[in-house]
């Protein structure tokens, strides 16, 4: 049973920086596509960044300039460092992971950006 845990949200104030961090366990495959995903009450969930094993990244054009998502595959963990931060970046923040035999979700981590 994988298991993906995420952590590193909280309250920021707008032009403030997080860094969210999110470990797998239990995976017996190698990791290929790692990213993060959000949400916000009544929307759907919205992809924020990913990183294929290959290092090759993709951002949402609302967090370009701002984000930056890396990956350790040694300790199996994903990193999402986010700058800038704007109020409209409030949400939920999920992870995901995919292998050769499924997706993963986290649990996801509430990132609440305000004054």
């Known amino acids: 049973q994988v298991q993906l845990v995420e952590s590193g949200g909280g309250l920021v104030q707008p032009g403030g920086s997080l860094r969210l961090s999110c470990v797998a366990s239990?995976?017996?495959?190698?990791?290929?596509?790692m990213g993060w995903y959000r949400q916000t009450p009544g929307n759907q969930r919205e992809l924020v960044a990913t990183?294929?094993?290959?290092?090759?990244?993709n951002y949402a054009d609302s967090v370009k300039g701002r984000a930056t998502i890396s990956r350790d595959d040694a300790k199996k963990t994903v990193y999402l460092q986010m700058n800038n931060l704007k109020p409209e970046d409030t949400a939920v923040y999920y992870c995901?992971?995919?292998?050769?035999?499924?997706?993963?979700w986290g649990q996801g981590t509430q990132v609440t950006v305000s004054s």
């Open positions: 990183i294929s094993s290959f290092r090759r990244t």
């Open positions: 239990g995976s017996r495959f190698a990791i290929n596509t």
């Open positions: 995901k992971m995919s292998s050769q035999t499924g997706d993963w």
